[in-house]
């Protein structure tokens, strides 16, 4: 009995975290983070500040733990991801997981305060494709192309996320393909 109760427990402590980050999220939609109040936090989920504060300290914990949960999913569908390097299906597959976590995507990118984040999410998707990129030359060459990608390729996503998703997936997803590969064309044929 002592584990239904407690993942009962478990069940609403996310619920309540997720309500929270959407009412943030919301919240930023329409201003900045330094001028957002714990208590329109709680007004915009329907709770109570003592709830808040079982979860968070104050609105910079609540987003640093969104963003920490935006890389750990997007490393974690980066690697479930089982198609190759080769192929704009990889790619195809992130871009629809960035539409279908729109919000999140979209103030964590379009802040102007975000290049730390940027860095940590460029950082973490190294990590995930790294052991399957081409070198280019000497270690510090290779930093320098694997930057200029990743960092090109996340600025025509916050691109494509400001013009509304005109162009779909599966375009963009080719186009930044295409752009990789005419720096590198062996990528294509990895």
Known sequence: MAGKAAEKENRRSRMTKQLLRRALLELMQEKPLSKITIREICEQADLNRTTFYLH??????LLKDIERDVLEQTKTAMQHIHTDL??????SAFLAYVRENDLAFRILFGRTDSERFRRAFVTELRQVMAPDLPEYGSETETGYVLTFMMYGSLYIIIEWMNNGYRESVEKTAELLFRLCDSIDPGIGRM
């Open 56 to 61: 968070y300290t104050d609105q910079t914990d």
């Open 86 to 91: 080769h192929t704009t299906d990889l790619v």
